[in-house]
């Protein structure tokens, strides 16, 4: 899908490529990853763009948009502002709309007149979720274990269903948190339980994959069973510290974790090909090496950062 702001009959208001802004928001923010992807992409892409962290906390996120001039192109969202954005859009895609979440925005169409332009929210985290499993090999999971309630979850399990899962169990610190997520299931068709952390012991539990979405400094009282650390591989959202606690008991199992490194890589380029491509299922041009040269900016442990936009998950 064609840029709209570069299209022949754009008008001669609309901003050069070379004045085009992005940024992350959220607070904190310091430490996020992004800017440092983001530039990557760009740089590969020949592409001048922008792309900065600022802080802005829930309550100044609608007067930050509204005071937006139209080099802006876009914003990526990390909490606490996935669900605060919405008041501010026309439009949101399916997954946003399924999780409630947003951490992209595309805005265009700026009036000559200086009026509102278009604002489109999405959600990337769930292909970003999918795309990062398939790299860790897996593609499909039947049975999927769920740990933490918050915003994270509910991208991780929409990444559930889209793998084909039909029973999602979600451990969560506090379960009365989970009914949101247990209406979102159903909405999937998947059958969902929830129960609280002292499940994760159950020696019955037979799962094909456990993904949790915890803050990395987590640690549980009781351990998943040993064959299960062993034998599922954990996909551990978080990454600062690393390895985390559940991920170091995998280790001592036996077992395979992965960080939430890669996640947070492919979310980013799905962020890439609406910013540039207004579609966020339209390869890049060149996109493997748009990858490699974003997989190049990444640190090269896990102690850096904590979610896909660098800030640290809700469990």
Do not use: C
């Not at 979850?153 to 969560?172: F, N």
């Not at 490194?261 to 890049?284: C, K, S, Y």
Request: hydrophobic share 45%; glycine share 8%; net charge negative.
């Amino acid at each position: 899908m064609a840029d709209p702001t570069t299209s022949p009959d754009a008008t001669a208001s609309r901003p050069a490529l070379d004045r085009r802004r992005l940024a992350v928001l959220g607070s904190p923010i310091a430490h996020s990853l992004s800017p440092a992807l983001h530039t990557a992409a760009y740089r590969a892409l020949g592409l001048p763009w922008q792309y900065t962290a600022t802080r802005v906390d829930a309550g100044e996120l609608a007067g930050f948009i509204d005071g937006l001039t139209p080099e802006w192109l876009g914003l990526s969202l990390t909490m606490p502002l996935k669900h605060s954005v919405q008041s501010r859009l026309n439009d949101l895609d399916r997954v946003a709309t399924l999780t409630g979440a947003v951490n992209t925005v595309r805005i265009e169409n700026w009036p000559a007149d200086g009026s509102t332009p278009a604002r489109t929210g999405y959600n990337t985290d769930v292909p970003g979720l999918v795309r990062a499993l398939a790299e860790a090999g897996i593609d499909r999971a039947v049975r999927v274990t769920l740990l933490g309630a918050g915003a994270t979850a509910a991208s991780a399990l929409v990444a559930a269903a889209e793998l084909g899962a039909e029973t999602v169990d979600i451990i969560a610190r506090t379960p009365t948190r989970a009914d949101t997520l247990v209406d979102l299931g159903r909405r999937l068709g998947l059958v969902v339980t929830v129960s609280g952390l002292s499940a994760v012991a159950d020696a019955a539990r037979v799962s094909d994959l456990v993904i949790s979405t915890l803050p990395g400094d987590a640690r549980l009282a009781a351990e998943f069973p040993a064959a299960l650390r062993a034998n599922t591989l954990l996909f551990d959202v978080g990454y600062a510290p690393w390895p985390t606690a559940l991920a170091g008991s995998w280790a001592a199992a036996g077992g395979r974790a992965n960080s939430g490194l890669t996640m947070l890589l492919h979310q980013a380029l799905i962020q890439v090909r609406i910013f540039v491509g207004n579609d966020p299922f339209l390869p890049l041009p060149d996109e493997d090496q748009v990858l490699l040269a974003m997989r190049a900016a990444l640190p090269a442990d896990g102690r850096t950062g904590a979610d896909s936009a660098g800030h640290p998950v809700e469990g």
